[in-house]
C-alpha cells in the first residue's frame, strides 16, 4: 500500500502515475520543492518514530551533503531523496551494497544508461561522477535505531558548469543527449529498493551483482582512510561490502570505508 503525499507535485505525481508496487518503501512520500537536506528530514522521520519506508524527495537543496561534511551540490533539475529504513543494527555497508545495486538497475531501467561504482558509493558514469549514495544510522538502546539512505543523481542538470566539478562530474542527460524523466528513475528506484530491501531482510545481499559494478576492482589504487594512506591492488569485496587490497609487500588489508584514488 502506497499512502498520498500531503501536497500535488510533479515529481511524486509522475512517479505515482503507472502505480508503484511496493510494501515497505514509499508507504508515505514526503515532498520538498525546497528543502536543506533531505537526510535531516528522513532522521526526522526516525527520531519521531515513524515507520520505515517514509521517503522524503526533494526538488533542489540548499544544504546536500556528502560523507565526512562534504557539499553535494543539489541544483533543480535531479533526484534528491533520502529513506527511512529500521534494519538491524551494524549493516551500513550491506546497505551501500545494496543502496549502488539499486541506483545502477533503477539507472539502466529507465535511461538505458550503464553506470559503474567506484567503491564505496560513488555512482559513475564514463569516468564522472553521476551520482553519490550516503547512508547515515543512529543506533539506540532500545533498539529503535533507524538509518537514512539517500541518493542524489544528477539527472537532467549537470553540476560540471561549476569549477570544482567540471572535471569530475557528469549528468544522465549529458551523457543520453536527451532531458529524461526524474519521475520514471524515482519508481524505480523505489521499486528496487523496495524489493531488494525486501529480500535483505531474509539474509540476501546482491553481491556478486555488485562486484559486477565495480570498477574499482583490480585496480591499483590509494585509498584515505581515518589519516592513514594505503595503496596496492583493489583484489576484491569481502562479504560486508569491505574492499580487500593486496599491497605492494604481498599483505592485505581489509578497508570498511575510504577515499579510493585510482593508480596508473
Ligand atoms: C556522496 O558523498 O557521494 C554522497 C552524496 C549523497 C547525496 C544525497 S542527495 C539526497 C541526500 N541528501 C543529502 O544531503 N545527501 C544525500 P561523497 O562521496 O562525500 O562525495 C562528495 C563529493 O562529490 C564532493 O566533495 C564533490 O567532489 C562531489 N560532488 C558534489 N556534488 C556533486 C554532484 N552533484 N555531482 C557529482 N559530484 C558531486
Given at each position: 500500500m502506497v499512502g498520498k503525499s500531503t501536497k500535488s507535485m510533479n515529481l511524486v505525481r509522475e512517479a505515482l502515475a503507472q502505480g508503484l508496487y511496493t510494501q515497505i518503501v514509499g508507504r508515505r512520500i514526503v515532498y520538498f520543492?525546497?528543502?536543506?537536506s533531505t537526510m535531516d528530514e528522513a532522521a526526522r522521520e526516525g527520531e519521531k518514530g515513524s515507520e520505515e519506508g517514509v521517503v522524503v524527495v526533494a526538488d533542489e537543496q540548499m544544504q546536500g551533503r556528502g560523507r565526512l561534511r562534504r557539499k553535494w551540490v543539489s541544483e533543480p533539475g535531479n533526484l534528491y531523496l533520502s529513506v527511512l529504513l529500521r534494519p538491524p543494527p551494524d549493516v551500513l555497508s550491506l546497505l551501500m551494497v545494496i543502496a549502488g545495486v539499486v541506483t545502477a538497475r533503477a539507472i539502466r531501467e529507465s535511461s538505458g544508461l550503464r553506470v559503474r561504482l567506484k567503491w564505496p558509493n560513488d555512482v559513475m558514469l564514463r569516468g564522472r561522477k553521476v551520482a553519490g549514495i550516503l547512508a547515515e544510522g543512529v543506533a539506540t538502546q532500545e533498539g529503535e535505531g533507524y538509518v537514512a539512505l539517500g541518493i542524489g543523481i544528477n539527472v537532467n542538470?549537470?553540476?560540471?558548469?561549476l569549477p570544482e566539478l567540471a572535471a569530475v562530474a557528469t549528468s544522465l542527460s549529458r551523457e543520453k543527449g536527451v532531458p529524461l524523466s526524474r519521475g520514471a528513475l524515482l519508481r524505480h528506484i523505489l521499486q528496487e529498493l523496495d524489493h531488494l530491501y525486501l529480500g535483505f531482510r531474509r539474509g540476501d545481499v546482491p553481491l556478486d551483482e555488485w562486484r559486477g559494478y565495480l570498477e574499482t576492482l583490480g585496480r591499483r589504487v590509494r585509498v584515505a582512510f581515518q589519516g592513514e594512506v594505503y595503496q596496492g591492488l583493489a583484489e576484491d569485496v569481502d562479504a560486508r561490502g569491505n574492499l580487500v587490497l593486496r599491497r605492494e609487500d604481498g599483505t592485505r588489508i581489509t578497508l570498511p570505508a575510504g577515499e579510493v584514488a585510482y593508480l596508473r
Open positions: 520543492s525546497r528543502v536543506g542538470s549537470d553540476p560540471s558548469h
